[in-house]
C-alpha cells in the first residue's frame, strides 16, 4: 500500500505543477524522469558495489537486494544486504557519499514482512528490530518479493539461534549462581546432625528446579539420589 500512496503521490504533485504551470511544467518532469529511470541499473550496480566495500573481512553476503523504484522517486534506492553476520543497509547520498546501518544478528529481536498490492511494482516490507536500547532497529520499504522472504528466512533462523544461545548461557549463569549441586561427590564429611546437609542439598536442587536450569525429571532424580545416599 506505501508503494501505492507514494506512486499516487509523485502523479498528484506532478500534476498540480504542470496545471498550475499551464503546461511548462512538463519540462522539468521530463528532466525528472530522465534523471530518475535513465540509466537505473547502473546506478543500482553502483550501490551494489558501495555495499560491498563495507563488508568485514571473511563476511558473506546471503541475500541483496535494491529497493523498488515506487518508494524512492525523489531519492537514491536503498541497498539491503543479509550477510553471514549482520543486516546491512546502504544508501547513497544525490550529491555523493553514502549512510550506512547495520543490526549484529546477536541484537535481533523480531524480524518482520509485509507483502505490498501490486507486488511486482511494490515488493515487500521488511523491518527489523533491536535489542539494543537506543537502536531504531531496521526498516526498508519495498523490497523486491523474493529476496525480501529469503531475507525474512534467515532472520528468523538467526533469531531463533540466538535465542537459544541465550537461554543456554542464562542456564548457565543460574546454575553457576546456585553453587552448582554436585550430586554423589561429597567431601568426605558425611551429612550433618539432623541431616541438615541431606535438606540443604535438596533445597538447593528445588532452587535450580524454581529457576528452570532443570526439569522436573532431573529434580526427582537428583533428590531420590540425596535420600538413597540417606
Known amino acids: 500500500m506505501k508503494g501505492v500512496i507514494s506512486l499516487g503521490q509523485?502523479?498528484?504533485?506532478?500534476?498540480?505543477?504542470?496545471?498550475?504551470?499551464?503546461?511548462?511544467?512538463?519540462?522539468?518532469?521530463?528532466?525528472?524522469?530522465?534523471?530518475?529511470?535513465?540509466?537505473a541499473s547502473e546506478r543500482a550496480a553502483k550501490a551494489n558495489e558501495t555495499l560491498d566495500?563495507?563488508?568485514?573481512?571473511?563476511e558473506t553476503v546471503t541475500a541483496r537486494a535494491v529497493q523498488h523504484r515506487a518508494f524512492a522517486l525523489f531519492k537514491r534506492r536503498t541497498v539491503i544486504a543479509i550477510t553471514s553476520s549482520r543486516i546491512l543497509t546502504v544508501q547513497r547520498g544525490l550529491l555523493g557519499g553514502f549512510k550506512m546501518a547495520d543490526m549484529q544478528w546477536k541484537d535481533l529481536k523480531d524480524a518482520r514482512l509485509e507483502q505490498n498490492i501490486l507486488d511486482s511494482l511494490c515488493g515487500s516490507n521488511l523491518a527489523f528490530d533491536s535489542l539494543l536500547l537506543g537502536h531504531a532497529g531496521i526498516a526498508v520499504d519495498g523490497v523486491p518479493s523474493e529476496a525480501a522472504s529469503a531475507m525474512y528466512a534467515k532472520a528468523q533462523y538467526e533469531e531463533q539461534a540466538w535465542e537459544e544461545k541465550r537461554r543456554v548461557r542464562s542456564l548457565e549463569e543460574t546454575r553457576a549462581a546456585s553453587g552448582g549441586v554436585s550430586i554423589g561427590a561429597g567431601d568426605g564429611a558425611g551429612p550433618g546432625p539432623g541431616g541438615d546437609r541431606m535438606v540443604d542439598e535438596i533445597r538447593k536442587a528445588k532452587d535450580l528446579l524454581d529457576a528452570g536450569a532443570i526439569n522436573d525429571a532431573e529434580f526427582q532424580e537428583m533428590k531420590a539420589k540425596i535420600l538413597g545416599r540417606a
Open 10 to 39: 509523485a502523479v498528484g504533485i506532478w500534476l498540480l505543477i504542470v496545471v498550475l504551470s499551464l503546461g511548462v511544467g512538463l519540462i522539468p518532469l521530463a528532466i525528472w524522469a530522465a534523471l530518475v529511470f535513465l540509466g
Open 53 to 58: 566495500r563495507t563488508l568485514m573481512t571473511g
